[in-house]
Nanobody, 126 residues
C-alpha cells in the first residue's frame, strides 16, 4: 500500500501560479503511476494530469494543457503539479491518486484508482 498526502493549495488570483505536491510513503513510490484529479463544488471528480512510474509518459486533460506541468522525483517520493495562468474554473479540491502498482498506462477514470490523498483546496479569485 502507498499513502499519499497533498500540500500546496491556497487562495490565488486569476493568472497566478501554484505548485502542488503529493508525498508518498509506504510501498516503493516508483511502483506507482500517479495522477492528479480535481473536484469542483457540485461536479464530478475529473482527471487533470497523470505521470507514469518513470516519468517518461505524461498525459493532461485538454483544459489544463499548456498551463499545468506534472513531474515526479522518485528519490523524494513526490509528484508535483505546477499550475500556471490559473483560471476561475480551476477552483477545486485537488487529489493525487495511485492505481494498483506496476501499471504501465495512465488511467483517467477515478474508479480505477484505489489510493487517494485527503485533497488540497485551490481557490482562484478574480
Amino acid at each position: 500500500q502507498v499513502q499519499l498526502v497533498e500540500s500546496g493549495g491556497g487562495l490565488v488570483q486569476a493568472g497566478d501560479s501554484l505548485r502542488l505536491s503529493c508525498a508518498g510513503s509506504g510501498r516503493t513510490f516508483s511502483d506507482y503511476s500517479i495522477s492528479w484529479f480535481r473536484q469542483a463544488p457540485g461536479k464530478e471528480r475529473e482527471f487533470a494530469a497523470g505521470i507514469s512510474r518513470s516519468g517518461a509518459t505524461i498525459y493532461y486533460v485538454d483544459s489544463v494543457k499548456g498551463r499545468f506541468t506534472i513531474s515526479r522525483d522518485n528519490a523524494k517520493n513526490t509528484v508535483y503539479l505546477q499550475m500556471n495562468s490559473l483560471k476561475l474554473e480551476d477552483t477545486a479540491v485537488y487529489y493525487c491518486a495511485a492505481p494498483y502498482p506496476f501499471r504501465s498506462d495512465i488511467l483517467t477514470t477515478s474508479s480505477e484508482y484505489n489510493h487517494w490523498g485527503q485533497g488540497t483546496q485551490v481557490t482562484v479569485s478574480s
